[in-house]
């Protein structure tokens, strides 16, 4: 039942922006943590930026400085605005949740795939 579905993925300029935003429905029983991951063709999954659910947020180094995530206030969408956008950014775009349980919310680093448990279809972002 439990559902995240990402948007906003689309084709800009080197230097352009982008915003992405990642909804999740359906009834979780306890709290989350947050990713957006990236993935090309042929690569592994790259943690992009994780958000712990509390307060703390951790960037990959390739993004620090240019992306930044944001929640509406009922903390039900998670949006991910991304800045001065370079081509190697071009990619697969996906958002993903862990439980609690986990420890996420302990984590100091971006999670990896290999945490979460709910993914989302995924948006193509395309920078040229």
């Known amino acids: 039942d439990v559902q995240l579905v990402e948007s906003g993925g689309g084709s800009v300029q080197a230097g352009g922006s982008l915003r992405l935003s990642c909804v999740l429905s359906?009834?979780?029983?306890?709290?989350?943590?947050m990713s957006w991951f990236r993935q090309t063709p042929g690569k592994e999954r790259e943690g992009v930026v994780s958000?712990?659910?509390?307060?703390?947020?951790e960037y990959a180094d390739s993004v620090k400085g240019r992306f930044t995530i944001s929640q509406d206030n009922a903390k039900h969408i998670m949006n991910l605005q991304m800045n001065s956008l370079k081509p190697e950014d071009t990619a697969m775009y996906y958002c993903?949740?862990?439980?609690?349980?986990?420890?996420?919310?302990?984590?100091?680093?971006?999670?990896?795939?290999?945490?979460?448990?709910?993914w989302g279809q995924g948006t193509q972002v395309t920078v040229s």
């Open positions: 993903a949740a862990a439980h609690f349980s986990t420890g996420c919310y302990q984590r100091r680093h971006v999670l990896g795939p290999e945490d979460m448990k709910y």
């Open positions: 359906g009834y979780i029983h306890r709290r989350v943590c």
């Open positions: 958000f712990d659910g509390i307060g703390r947020t």
